[in-house]
């Protein structure tokens, strides 16, 4: 059964860092993709960042040049670090895996909160 467990949320201050970690457990498949996603309060889920077996990566608008998204294919663990967090980043963060035939895992989130 494959397992996503998230961890690195809180709370921190406009203009500060987290760094998020989700890892992988109980896949008999590669991992194709993973990343990062978010909920806000009363908005979808929207992407934040992606990065391919590859190294390929994808952000959104928002978060560019500010999140840098990694994984370690060894530990099956990606990693997102946020520098100069805003009020407007404060959401649920939930970790997606997908595999190289299309099935997709979640995680069941992490709070991140950015005071003002």
């Known amino acids: 059964q494959v397992q996503l467990v998230e961890s690195g949320g809180g709370l921190v201050q406009a203009g500060g860092s987290l760094r998020l970690s989700c890892a992988a457990s109980?896949?008999?498949?590669?991992?194709?993709?993973m990343g990062w996603y978010r909920q806000a309060p009363g908005k979808q889920r929207e992407m934040v960042a992606t990065?391919?077996?590859?190294?390929?990566?994808n952000y959104a608008d928002s978060v560019k040049g500010r999140f840098t998204i990694s994984r370690d294919n060894v530990k099956n663990t990606v990693y997102l670090q946020m520098n100069s967090l805003k009020p407007e980043d404060t959401a649920v963060y939930y970790c997606?895996?997908?595999?190289?035939?299309?099935?997709?895992?979640w995680g069941k989130g992490t709070l991140v909160t950015v005071s003002s």
């Open positions: 997606r895996i997908t595999s190289y035939y299309g099935s997709a895992y």
């Open positions: 990065i391919t077996s590859g190294g390929s990566r």
């Open positions: 109980g896949t008999s498949f590669s991992i194709n993709a």
